[in-house]
Every structure is written in C-alpha cells, then in structure tokens.
Antibody
Framework: DVQLVESGGGLVKPGESLRLSCAAS????????MNWVRQAPGKGLEWVSS????????YYADSLKGRFTISRDNFKNSLFLQMNSLRAEDTAVYYC????????????WGRGALVTVSS | SYVVTQPPSVSVAPGETARITCGGN??????VHWYRQKPGQAPVLVVY???DRPSGIPERFSGSNSGNTATLTISRVEAGDEADYYC???????????FGTGTKVTVL
C-alpha cells in the first residue's frame, strides 16, 4: 500500500528553523513529483512547494519569500522541507503528497505534521 | 495569480444532489481536480482531470468543467459525504498550484 508519513513537526519560536521529512513506502518516489501543502488551523488548503522527480524543477508559493527549501532523497525514498525564519503565520498542518507529473493531481497524501510557531 | 472561488457552504438533504462550484477565468480550458477533507483527516482525491474518478470513489461523485465554472456533483447524498471540498488547478502563468477556498457540505 502507498503510504506517506510526515515527521519533524513541533513547537518552535518565531525566527527559528524546522525540517520536515516525509517517508514514502509502497512506491518509489523517484518516479513521482512530490509536493507540500499546508493548512492553518480552521483555514483552507495552501500549496507550499513542489519538486519534480529528479529535482530538475522546483516551485514555491510566493508567500514563502525564500524562507523554505524543498528537497528529496530518492535513495532514501524521502521528501524534505527546510523551514527557516518561521513566523506565527506558518503555524499549520503540513501535508506531503505525490503526483505523477508537476501538473497532475495529488493522488496520495500523508496524514500531516503539525508545526506551531509561538513564543 | 489565478484566483478560484468556491461558495463557503452548501446544504443538502439526504438523497438529494449537491453541486459545488469552482469559479475562475476561463477555467474550462484547464484541468480541475477535487478533494474531500473530513475533520481531522488528510484530503482525499475524489475527481481529477475535470470528471475522472479514482478507484474506490463512488459513481455518485461526478465532475464537469466549462466556461468559467467547474462543478463537482454529489448525487444521492449520504451523511458520510459531509466534509469540506476543495478544487485545485495548475496556474500555467505562474507555475503555481492554486486551491479553491473550500466548500463545507452539510447534510441536513
């Protein structure tokens, strides 16, 4: 079965950094584009970033202003999101999701990791 | 950037039909995907590429897309369909994914 499991969430202070991981099983991520989507408490879904299968193309939401970096390790079958200079408005559940190509739908999602930014 | 709009809420009686719209400029020219999200759970794909259904999604879920409006239709609504529904499109002008604002479906 396809599974995506996020980890690395937690409580951090404004200005601090955090690195999220997404471990995939049941498929090989090297054949897929991988994505991060977040959802602030009580709010809707917000796309964060996408990375193509060989990391040739990377896309970010404009709202991140260069603070986040997406990466992947196909050998470890894992996806990452390095988040720097965190702000209160980054508080959200962060989901990883896979898509066949960059413009394709997200067919599987993880259960999410909660990131709370608060002093 | 591309903007898509959804009604905040839709209410429907059991057994009736719910229609959830996703509006955008000439949205009929791009593919629309739909997700269902129940409280405390991750989103689940229910319709992709305007009208295709993933395996395991009942035929009661259907989609259409034309002009400035895409529509997710849920026929013979059941209590278990109560959830938030989001549309999603790829904005080719910015190379960004865009999610709709979400529609809460309430089964009366």
């Amino acid at each position: 079965d396809v599974q995506l499991v996020e980890s690395g969430g937690g409580l951090v202070k404004p200005g601090e950094s955090l690195r999220l991981s997404c471990a995939a099983s049941g498929f090989t991520i090297s054949s897929y584009t991988m994505n991060w989507v977040r959802q602030a408490p009580g709010k809707g879904l917000e796309w964060v970033s996408s990375i193509t299968s060989s990391s040739s193309y990377i896309y970010y939401a404009d709202s991140l202003k260069g603070r986040f970096t997406i990466s992947r390790d196909n050998f470890k079958n894992s996806l990452f999101l390095q988040m720097n200079s965190l702000r209160a408005e980054d508080t959200a559940v962060y989901y990883c999701a896979r898509s066949l190509r960059i413009t394709n739908h997200f067919d599987y999602w993880g259960r999410g990791a909660l990131v709370t930014v608060s002093s | 950037s591309y903007v898509v709009t959804q009604p905040p809420s839709v209410s429907v009686a059991p057994g009736e039909t719910a229609r959830i719209t996703c509006g955008g400029n000439n949205i009929g020219s791009i593919r629309v995907h739909w997700y269902r999200q129940k409280p405390g759970q991750a989103p689940v794909l229910v319709v992709y590429d305007d009208y295709d259904r993933p395996s395991g999604i009942p035929e009661r879920f259907s989609g259409s897309n034309s002009g400035n409006t895409a529509t997710l239709t849920i026929s013979r609504v059941e209590a278990g369909d109560e959830a938030d529904y989001y549309c999603q499109v790829w904005d080719t002008s910015s190379d960004h994914w865009v999610f709709g604002t979400g529609t809460k479906v309430t089964v009366l």
